[in-house]
């Protein structure tokens, strides 16, 4: 409830960020002010396990990508799952609240993820400790809507117009914002300059010498 939320109401983006790019910032911001968040918080993840290794930039210089595209906002970049040795994001809630009890926190997810939503370890029991917010992304929603986890959370959904009372909810409790959509791909990047990280890695490498 609205009340227990003494600190802040913070929004969680989970991912590789390989790299992050304007468009994680993008969302991020739109999702703020859509649910009338304090802060984003990327979540820089060490390694996704329903990602292969291969391709994957080095941590540190996907965690550089984020901080760069962050720069001059409230979004907050995190190497939180590093710290606490979590790969999945059950376990990685599970330390956050714990370690933040008296802030709120809202799970985003890109609509593309929420297909795979249902491999993740522990699902259900997952959405049953934050509300989640899905990002559109053109393509993707209606798939997002028929995917086998919505065969469960579609008992949970709720109203857009009610995206800035996250914190009165109850979870398991979705909702499917409306965002203005972006183009960028991560992968597309990638493709088109595969040694996007040197940068990133040379740049510490500096600060630190």
Same mark, same amino acid.
């Given at each position: 409830?609205?009340? @227990?939320?003494?600190?802040?109401?913070?929004?969680? *983006?989970?991912?590789?960020?390989?790299?992050?790019?304007?468009?994680?910032?993008?969302?991020? *911001?739109?999702?703020?002010?859509?649910?009338?968040?304090? &802060?984003?918080?990327?979540? #820089?993840?060490?390694?996704?396990?329903?990602?292969?290794?291969?391709?994957?930039?080095?941590? &540190?210089?996907?965690? +550089?990508?984020?901080? +760069?595209?962050?720069?001059?906002? $409230?979004?907050?970049?995190?190497?939180? &799952?590093?710290?606490?040795?979590?790969?999945?994001?059950?376990?990685?809630? #599970?330390?956050?609240?714990?370690?933040?009890?008296?802030?709120?926190?809202?799970?985003?997810?890109?609509?593309?993820?929420?297909?795979?939503?249902?491999?993740? $370890?522990?699902?259900? @029991?997952?959405?049953?400790?934050?509300?989640?917010?899905?990002?559109?992304?053109?393509?993707?929603?209606?798939?997002?809507?028929?995917?086998?986890?919505?065969?469960?959370?579609?008992?949970?959904?709720?109203?857009?117009?009610?995206?800035?009372?996250?914190? +009165?909810?109850?979870?398991?409790?979705?909702?499917?914002?409306?965002?203005?959509?972006?183009?960028?791909?991560?992968?597309?990047?990638?493709?088109?300059?595969?040694?996007?990280?040197?940068?990133?890695?040379?740049?510490?490498?500096? *600060?630190?010498?």
């Amino acid at each position: 409830m609205l009340a @227990a939320c003494g600190m802040k109401r913070i929004g969680l *983006l989970g991912g590789s960020f390989n790299p992050a790019h304007r468009g994680h910032r993008r969302i991020s *911001l739109a999702a703020m002010d859509a649910l009338g968040l304090d &802060e984003v918080w990327w979540l #820089v993840s060490p390694g996704n396990p329903l990602k292969p290794a291969k391709g994957m930039a080095p941590y &540190e210089a996907r965690l +550089e990508s984020a901080r +760069e595209q962050a720069k001059g906002t $409230r979004i907050k970049v995190s190497d939180f &799952e590093r710290q606490a040795g979590t790969r999945f994001t059950f376990d990685t809630l #599970v330390a956050l609240r714990r370690r933040h009890s008296k802030d709120c926190f809202i799970w985003l997810m890109g609509a593309d993820t929420v297909a795979q939503f249902h491999q993740w $370890r522990s699902w259900r @029991a997952l959405a049953a400790m934050v509300p989640i917010a899905v990002i559109h992304r053109p393509g993707y929603d209606g798939p997002a809507r028929a995917a086998p986890a919505m065969g469960w959370l579609r008992w949970f959904v709720r109203p857009l117009n009610q995206a800035k009372r996250w914190t +009165e909810w109850s979870a398991p409790a979705i909702l499917f914002l409306r965002l203005p959509p972006d183009p960028t791909s991560a992968t597309r990047l990638r493709a088109l300059d595969p040694n996007w990280h040197r940068r990133f890695t040379a740049k510490r490498s500096a *600060l630190s010498s």
